[in-house]
């Protein structure tokens, strides 16, 4: 009997894993500007979603972001291109890791990020609604 429960249990959680949870528009994050010049932020990556979700930076000012994964298998990525604003960053976010990456926007603009991670045959994590928009100012 206690097969059947775990064998059940494990199906249930299966499918959990493929409905997406509705995202809740926050407000966005305006990444802080350090003693040293630099505009520090984190983003936590998590089940197909990013928080914050919307970040604002000043552009032609150095940016630090701690990405930072809370899932415990699932590994995640951040792109965010755009060659014409300086941004040309594709870093895997491995599970239950962190990383730090660095870049300095040239311009100001809306661009977005995403994860390009994808199980065959399972919509990609994108498509799930792991994405998020990165606003440069003046």
Known sequence: ????????????????SLIPLPSFAAQPT????AAD???RAEIIADSYSYTPD??????NI?????????????????????AEAGLDIEQDIP????????FTPT??????????????FFKSHEDRGMKGTLEVTD
């Open 54 to 59: 919307h970040l604002i930076v000043k552009a």
């Open 62 to 82: 150095p940016v630090e972001l701690s990405l930072q994964s809370k899932t415990w298998l699932v590994p995640h990525s951040f792109v965010l291109k755009d």
């Open 107 to 120: 311009r100001p603009g809306t661009f977005k990020f995403f994860c390009n991670k994808k199980l065959l």
């Open 1 to 16: 009997m206690s097969l059947r429960i775990s064998i059940h249990c494990v199906g249930l959680f299966l499918l959990a």
């Open 30 to 33: 305006v990444a802080e500007l």
């Open 95 to 102: 599970a239950g890791k962190s990383v730090l990456i660095k």
């Open 37 to 39: 010049g630099v505009q």
